[in-house]
DNA sequence: GATAAAAAGCGCAAAAACGAACATTTTCGC
DNA sequence: GCGAAAATGTTCGTTTTTGCGCTTTTTATC
């Protein structure tokens, strides 16, 4: 089980896509199916990554099938959407990352960033972020959720008006007609709304399936975020509101 | 093993990439692929890089090695002591474990354990636990300390005399001979305080090599504790004193 | 379940990289 | 300039890695 070369870069693909292939890793290096698999292997016998049929993804300790499915969904999408936010978080800031597969993608692509002080709700964000060393984690307390992560409770909400942040990043579980977030549940609602008031700029992240979706709970308008970031172009009109609303729109193409 | 002036230079590009290659580096500096050979074989002498076929890569665990060290010191001790310590925790209760390598390994034997409502200022133990599905974990919140998973800061020890816990599994960096538990560090012993006020059972986890240690901080006495769970036989006077104050101690010999 | 397709594992030969010994050049103090 | 010491370049036998053809295992589809 000797190291080679190639692996801080496919361990640094998998981190920033949450999964990589043979298929796709064997061309971006230029080798044979057969030498990728036999660098995943070894990865996967130091416990550095996690060995599936035609790739590896990221050893999961929490292996809840939910939520590990519900991260592959739109992975590309996701992770591009990320990319693109990242790119507009700058250094040297105090950020917010929220409840979210999404927000965990923006996570795995700030692993470069220099100088943050994240403060996040999400036990899976905080595990992402201690690769990062230049970076500050505050975590909120909370009842750990194993659907996906999260500390929920009244007490994030109050911990959170402990703070100011030069940025959040947010995700929903929906995206309506109007123009408003939607939540499935209605305790982080209190959460989100907690961030959006204690941030001085906000961006929401939310992949096109949140278009095609509906959810009970009301967080707030697109007109009190300062940017979109998804992965496909708005309806004609909701793109009008915004556009009235100063809500930058970013749209960042799944691969 | 003389220095090069190529040496910091080297590692500004590792750095950057991630990886340096032997062909790269010598037409980058303008000599030999041998004359680079012989760098990097300095360079990762001197643990300043990892050497693998074709180049370097950067030291994989640059950031957590104290801990994966102090973690593998005693295992087997701290294993033994953490399943005579789970087997006396009953299930159906409520429970607070600590920071520290011993509660890991408690946290490790509890999770065939039911019906267990754990607190925890330690993310390694939420990681820990999720794999038991019948136990709830809330996480109290504070800064992320990379040397060991602790979140620490003023606020834990508020959110923890919010609870009244049935028992507490705690540690201490070291036991002295006068029975005083203590710390290095003074913020986890208001913590730890707080703790021992708030449970109405205290188990503390040692195993031997913290009765051969001191540290500054003294945390209270053994009289507060209702069991010791270690490892070896404790001197005949200590073993006195925890007789007069039934203290039990418990030995579990490591494998 | 049965079957086809994709992926993974295995052994071996070729290629690349390695390390050691020795020749050559550069650097520095005098 | 001169000579010693250090650094670099050259050559060659050895080790490691890679790629190829093959069989075995897993996955998907009917």
Redesign the interface.
């Known amino acids: 089980m ?4 190639r ?3 496919i361990l ?1 693909i998998a981190r920033r896509d949450g999964k990589v292939t043979v298929d796709g890793l064997a061309a971006h290096f230029g080798v044979t199916l057969q030498t990728i698999r036999r660098d995943l292997t070894d990865l996967a016998e130091a416990g550095r990554l996690e060995r599936v049929h035609g790739g590896a993804i990221l050893p999961s ?4 099938i939910g939520y590990e499915e519900r991260r592959a969904l739109n992975a590309d999408a996701k992770a591009a959407i990320a990319q693109a936010c990242a790119a507009r978080i700058p250094e040297d800031i105090s950020l917010f990352l929220n409840i979210g597969t999404s927000t965990e993608a923006v996570a795995r692509a700030l692993l470069h960033h220099r100088n943050l002080l994240v403060v996040t709700n999400n ?1 899976n964000i ?2 992402i972020l ?1 690769a990062n ?1 230049s970076c ?9 959720r ?1 659907a996906d ?1 999260g ?1 929920i ?1 009244t ?1 994030a909400a109050e ?1 959170i008006r402990q703070f100011k942040f030069d940025l959040a990043v947010v995700g929903c579980s929906a995206l309506d007609a109007d123009g408003d977030m939607l939540d499935y549940d209605i305790q982080e609602v209190g959460v989100s709304r907690a961030i959006l008031d204690q941030s001085r700029q906000t961006f929401l992240v939310a992949d096109h399936s949140k278009l095609a979706r509906s959810a009970p709970a009301r967080i707030g308008s697109l007109s009190e975020v300062d940017a979109l970031i998804t992965d496909t172009a708005l309806p004609e009109n909701l793109a009008r509101k915004c556009a009235d609303w100063q809500t930058d729109i970013v749209v960042a193409p799944g691969a």
Do not use: K
């Open positions: 000797t190291q080679t070369i692996a801080p870069e640094e300790g929490t292996s809840n036990l905080a595990n201690v060393d500050e984690i505050i975590v909120t307390g909370g009842t750990l194993r992560g500390l409770g007490l911990r």
